[in-house]
């Protein structure tokens, strides 16, 4: 059996090999003239040459780089902005929102007969005018800082770096020491102008620490450990010498318990605190109070300078929101304990109830009270919220040989709030004195009315 292949030469194949044949094969070369065979050989030479330019072409083509489809740039993270009083910027767990406040006072205190305290009369002042900004730098990492301008100084306020996990929030820096409710309660979010006498009186303030805080369902435990304020601890804070000498550490606790019994919101705590001197000592320390409004310097109740080793304090809280009504009370006791003689026990509290005729409810949150939000703002179909209070404040820094004086004081007050983050405040006070600061006359219990209003913006 015998089989055939047939196999297809290309063509540059083909005319290379007749070219071949008719240059070496004699009967061929015989079969055609002489002109004939010059011309089929010039004619393939022609086509070689063509077919030499194609494969030329052929090769530059595949060697020519091929287009590459553009890859497009990663897209940016996207940035959410919420209105929050001011614009809150949020971006893969990272969040800023930018915070101030401005508040601006004019106020009266009655001068009582035979007084000549220039303090007393008609003043005004920019209360607070206050800038910061607040956030996260990711999803357990926070910040907050503000610089206020308040009596002609810029300080620190709430300067601190938060760690939050699960119920857990420890909190770094320049903060407030679980004081007390009304201290912890926000200036612009407070039912009167100002706090209770005994925050002052017993020199509440913000000092550089670590804080520790647990929240869960109705109970909140806070805890720290506190050096001194930002200005205390300043180089320029007590002479020559500076702050660094500062030494003097305090330990602070509170525990909240906040259940919501159908419609009501109650408030139950308890704080405890004591602080060490150390070098401060040699200032000594001072416990006054002004008549109720920040406009006026003067001291009507002053225990002087003390020789004070050691402060303890402790209070109780109660409060409650329901429906339009919300009030609260509070008792808070101070020892000092004095390098000679008997320890004396200064003691402070507090009553207030309050409505809203708008039918708004005080909002309250995380163991203190917070921002209201208005019903039905002015412009949108409503007038705003309206609320009214009225408290009762006591302070008596009479105990064991110090005699700093008694206040008894009705504090009435108006509070309107046309639209979120503005409010205008109206207060009316009836102050009375016991072993206060004395008169021209001697006399040293007396009363004083005082007067009182407010514009205040916060975002």
Do not use: C
């Not at 800038?131 to 300067?159: C, I, Q």
């Not at 305090?250 to 318990?257: L, M, N």
């Not at 309250?364 to 949108?380: Q, V």
């Amino acid at each position: 059996m015998r089989y055939e292949v047939a196999v297809r030469p290309s063509l540059p194949t083909l005319f290379s090999a007749a070219a071949l044949g008719l240059s070496s094969s004699p009967a061929m070369a015989q079969a055609l003239s002489a002109d004939e065979a010059a011309a089929l050989r010039a004619e393939i030479a022609t086509l070689k040459a063509q077919l030499q330019r194609m494969e030329q072409k052929l090769d530059a083509a595949s060697a020519a780089p091929q287009p590459v489809a553009p890859v497009a740039p990663p897209a940016e993270p996207a940035t959410e902005i919420a209105w929050k009083g001011s614009p809150q910027f949020a971006s893969e767990g990272r969040t800023f929102k930018a915070k101030g406040r401005i508040q601006a006072d004019a106020g009266y205190v009655s001068h009582p007969r035979g007084a000549s305290d220039r303090g007393l009369g008609y003043a005004a002042e920019m209360r607070r005018i206050r800038l910061g900004g607040e956030g996260s730098l990711s999803k357990a990492f926070g910040y907050k800082l503000e610089l206020e301008l308040s009596d002609n100084a810029v300080d620190l306020v709430d300067t601190f770096v938060t760690w939050k996990s699960g119920p857990w929030e420890l909190a770094l820096g320049n903060q407030n020491q679980f004081q007390a409710l009304d201290e912890l309660t926000g200036d612009t979010t407070g039912a009167t102008m100002e706090r209770a006498a005994f925050t002052d009186a017993f020199n509440f303030e913000r000092r550089l620490g670590l804080a520790a805080q647990y929240e869960k369902a109705d109970w909140i435990l806070q805890a720290g450990l506190f050096a001194d304020d930002i200005d205390a601890l300043a180089d320029s804070a007590d002479g020559p010498d500076g702050g660094d000498e500062n030494n003097s550490y305090g330990f602070d606790g509170r525990v909240v318990y906040a259940p919501k019994l159908g419609q009501t919101q109650l408030h139950l705590a308890a704080s405890a605190h004591w602080r060490d001197l150390k070098r401060l000592r040699e200032a000594g320390a001072r416990y006054r109070q002004r008549p109720y409004l920040h406009t006026s310097n003067s001291r009507l109740i002053d225990t002087g300078v003390l020789d004070v080793r050691d402060e303890a304090h402790y209070g109780v809280e109660a409060a409650f929101v329901r429906g339009r009504w919300h009030g609260a009370a509070e008792a808070h006791w101070l020892e000092s304990d004095l390098a000679i003689g008997p320890t004396p026990r200064f003691f402070g509290g507090y009553a207030e109830l309050g409505y809203f005729f708008t039918g708004e409810t005080r909002g309250y949150g995380g163991g203190i009270f917070e921002r209201t939000k208005t019903a039905r703002p002015l412009g949108s179909g409503g007038l705003g919220a309206l609320q009214a209070s009225l408290r009762y404040d006591y302070l008596d820094m009479n105990d064991r040989g110090v005699v700093g004086g008694r206040q008894d004081a009705w504090i009435a007050a108006l509070i309107w709030q046309p639209i979120d983050y503005l409010r205008f405040n109206l207060n009316h006070g009836w102050l009375s004195y016991g072993d206060a600061a004395p008169l021209a006359n001697g006399d040293r219990s007396y009363r004083v009315r005082t007067t009182g209003a407010r514009m205040e913006l916060d975002f």
